[in-house]
């Protein structure tokens, strides 16, 4: 079972969320055959867009991270929403490429050294905001500690990992870690936090050996004033629907529902982050296209 652990350190001066995370980060390999170098990508952007939305208080808010890099894997899309859930997808699932000289996956090899990172954050009831940073190194983890610094100048100690079969690929362990000061932080205490960073680094291996969560998180704040204030359960889950879809069709316009009529005489939508098809046949298209005309017709009355 997945899960969040959201909660305080030092006397209250450091705000934690941690997750564990590999049911959700393995349903995204299966789901988009996500190669190995993929699934740790798309893997830990999943599971940093997961903590980021476990803090959403209503199921309308959103987050979008989209992550453009120069590397063969594309663009990384994740959606999060309210109770962390997430759904998302890489241009090219299959890519694969080497292991980087640490005989690790190269992950800022595939996603690519240079680029940007875009964070959308809508709440529904005013404009989004829109935050965005130049990649460190496409590694992810250190890329998302950039963007909360520079964009929302909030600095961060972010921790990402992915462990996976060398030859099925299968996830073994998927977890993460945010560490964010507080302005009433001290000084001393960061030095402490900072010297976490060996120990952190081992948290999705730990996870791996078998460790819950719970358990590796109190081992690792022994003696930090560590308190537990929340658990979520968060998953990889697509909201589309077919209805949702029929409206994507709708807000094409007359002129071009018209043109799929005419010439294809029907229309399959593939939704990006579950690979779910619709196909829309030549009645559903025509009773859409009589929707449009209507709205269309009232929208001119109107001006």
Do not use: W
Not at 15 to 23: D, F, K, L, Q, Y
Not at 64 to 91: C, D, H, L
Not at 280 to 290: H, Q, S, T, V, W
């Amino acid at each position: 079972m997945d899960k969040i652990i959201r909660g305080l350190l030092l006397n209250e001066t450091v705000n934690v969320i941690a997750i564990s995370g590999r049911v959700m980060v393995e349903k995204a390999r299966e789901t988009h055959n996500l190669s190995r170098v993929c699934t740790a990508a798309l893997g830990r952007t999943l599971l940093a867009v997961s903590m980021m939305s476990a803090k959403l208080k209503s199921e309308r808010d959103s987050i979008t991270v989209t992550i453009a890099g120069n590397g063969p894997a594309g663009s990384i899309t994740v959606v999060g929403r309210e109770g962390g859930a997430v759904k998302g997808y890489v241009t090219n699932p299959e890519v694969e490429i080497p292991l980087n000289a640490q005989n690790k996956l190269d992950v800022g090899g595939a996603v690519g050294h240079s680029g940007e990172l875009r964070v959308i954050r809508d709440f529904s009831l005013k404009e989004p905001y829109i935050g965005s940073c130049h990649l460190v190194n496409g590694e992810i983890a250190e890329d998302f500690a950039r963007y909360f610094t520079v964009s929302e100048q909030q600095p961060s100690l972010v921790y990402l990992g992915v462990r996976v079969e060398p030859i099925s690929g299968e996830v073994r362990s998927a977890a993460g870690l945010i560490l964010a000061p507080l302005p009433n932080c001290p000084d001393e205490e960061l030095d402490r936090l900072e010297a976490l960073g060996e120990k952190i680094s081992k948290l999705s291996l730990r996870m791996d050996e078998g460790d819950s969560i719970e358990y590796a998180l109190n081992a690792l704040f022994e003696g930090f004033d560590y308190k537990v204030t929340e658990t979520i359960l968060p998953e990889f889950r697509c909201d589309c629907s077919r209805e949702r879809l029929e409206g994507v069709l709708v807000s094409l316009g007359r002129d071009e529902l018209r043109a799929i009529i005419e010439e294809d005489g029907q229309a399959e939508i593939v939704c990006r982050f579950c690979d779910t098809k619709y196909l829309f046949e030549r009645d559903a298209l025509n009773a859409l296209l009589a929707f449009a005309e209507r709205k269309e017709d009232y929208n001119e009355q109107k001006r």
